[in-house]
Nanobody
Framework: QVQLVESGGGLVQAGGSLRLSCAASGSLRSIDKMRWYRQAPGKQRELVAAITSGGSVNYAESVKGRFTISRDNPKNTVYLQMNRLKPDDTAVYYC???????????????WGQGTQVTVSS
């Protein structure tokens, strides 16, 4: 059994910063790509940032220069540092981790429970 636990969401004023964390635990064998998605009310879930096991990153155009994704492999944790937040960043943020469980025979996509980020103007 594998679990993803997110933390770090909250309420912040425009221009402020937040740092999200997503820690994977349980019967882990290997972790591949780690991603952050977000979903605003009435909108589809969108990819915000991704990082490969080798550290290559990519970002949505709307967050480039403001958000930074990173990972701590020994801790099986991915982070999203969000700076210069805007009201349009308000959404539920989800981590997504592609992993191989101990005893598993194929890679699976796993989701965190989501954490609310609210940016006030």
């Amino acid at each position: 059994q594998v679990q993803l636990v997110e933390s770090g969401g909250g309420l912040v004023q425009a221009g402020g910063s937040l740092r999200l964390s997503c820690a994977a635990s349980g019967s882990l064998r290997s972790i591949d790509k780690m991603r952050w998605y977000r979903q605003a009310p009435g909108k589809q879930r969108e990819l915000v940032a991704a990082i490969t096991s080798g550290g290559s990153v990519n970002y949505a155009e709307s967050v480039k220069g403001r958000f930074t994704i990173s990972r701590d492999n020994p801790k099986n944790t991915v982070y999203l540092q969000m700076n210069r937040l805007k009201p349009d960043d308000t959404a539920v943020y989800y981590c997504n981790v592609r992993l191989l469980a101990i005893g598993g025979s194929y890679w699976t996509e796993n989701w965190g429970q989501g954490t609310q980020v609210t940016v006030s103007s």
